[in-house]
């Protein structure tokens, strides 16, 4: 990668990055970070070594808007074995086979979709980021310790079989935050009594931010391509209600005032309780808290650069 040239230190938005296999998320980070030092920099929703495909990387001021783009769908292509259990519930672990494993037919795997579609208790890998009475359930697993993870409640929006060749097949998987594809072949091998391994994953879209429009990750990002890839900050809470302010609203908000709500300037109906304001040009204002008893629009978060 290049050297790194005087950054605009006003520089924020999102950069969908392409990470490749091999890597850890935080190592993806700290090689976008040489290029754009000073500012802050982090990503929105962690992939495993193992995985390839989008990585939400933001910048500046857009840091603090990673947990909206972590709370958009995410979609997936996972590659699974059947006749396999393994430590890390991937290939990359301690693998064992299954003693005896049956025939499993597609018919069969299909009828066990519907299962995991919808609300469901998940329990996270040993080998995961999740925190034990204050340490990672990683570093925890390496050094043999015993623990155990308690299920936590994920949303699956679709599953659907996209190929089968026993022992192999291939999911694709649209969920929400907090879910891992591991443990759900895990849990898809368990159901069919013969284990499971996932062997490949690629996250191919977060929300609308797609893999075919991802930056690749290699030695000619330069400052220059990140900010010509960089995507506006507005685009994290694209699924947001938004409210569109005007010029004496705008100096309002960004002095940290409330404002009163006009019901027409949203975007839509819904009721979320947060809202992203937006200038009549689209570009991100607040995030304000709307106080539906008294209609006010009240700002937590400020990002618009206000010219004095």
């Not at 091998?189 to 690749?216: H, N, P, W, Y």
Request: glycine share 6%; charged share 25%; hydrophobic share 35%.
């Amino acid at each position: 990668m290049s050297s790194n040239k005087a950054v605009d230190l006003n520089l924020s938005g999102l950069l969908n990055v392409h990470k490749p296999q091999g890597m850890t998320s935080r190592q993806v980070v700290n090689q976008i970070q040489k290029l754009v030092r000073p500012l802050k920099i982090g990503h929105a929703g962690t992939l495993d070594p193992l995985a390839i495909g989008v990585l939400m990387v933001c910048i500046g001021s857009a840091t603090r808007l990673i947990r909206f783009v972590q709370d958009q769908p995410k979609e997936y292509l996972g590659e699974f074995i059947l006749g396999k259990r393994s430590d890390t519930d991937d290939i990359s672990g301690n693998v064992t086979e299954t003693t005896d494993c049956p025939t499993i037919t597609r018919e069969q795997l299909e009828r066990c979709l519907p299962a995991f579609q919808g609300q469901i208790e998940q329990v996270p890998p040993q080998f995961s980021a999740v925190h034990i009475n204050g340490q990672r359930a990683y570093d925890l697993a390496r050094r043999g310790k015993s623990f155990e993870i308690k299920p936590r409640t994920v949303e699956i929006y679709q599953i659907e079989l996209t190929a089968f060749e026993f022992p192999r097949f291939q999911l694709r998987i649209v969920c929400g935050s907090g879910t891992y594809i591991r443990s759900l072949g895990r849990d898809l091998g368990e159901q069919l009594k013969c284990g499971a391994v996932m062997t490949s994953l690629v996250r191919t879209r977060i929300g609308d931010f797609k893999l075919e429009s991802a930056m690749q990750l290699d030695d000619s990002m330069t400052l220059e391509s990140i900010v010509a890839q960089l995507q506006p900050a507005e685009r994290a809470v694209k699924h947001l209600q938004h409210y569109r302010c005007n010029h004496r609203e705008l100096d309002d908000l960004c002095h940290g005032r409330v404002i009163e709500c006009d019901p027409d300037r949203l975007s839509k109906a819904g009721d979320q309780h947060e809202i992203a304001v937006v200038t009549s040009a689209g570009t991100l204002v607040a995030i304000a808290e709307w106080k539906r008893d008294t209609n006010q629009l009240a700002p937590r978060q400020v990002y618009y650069q206000h010219s004095k």
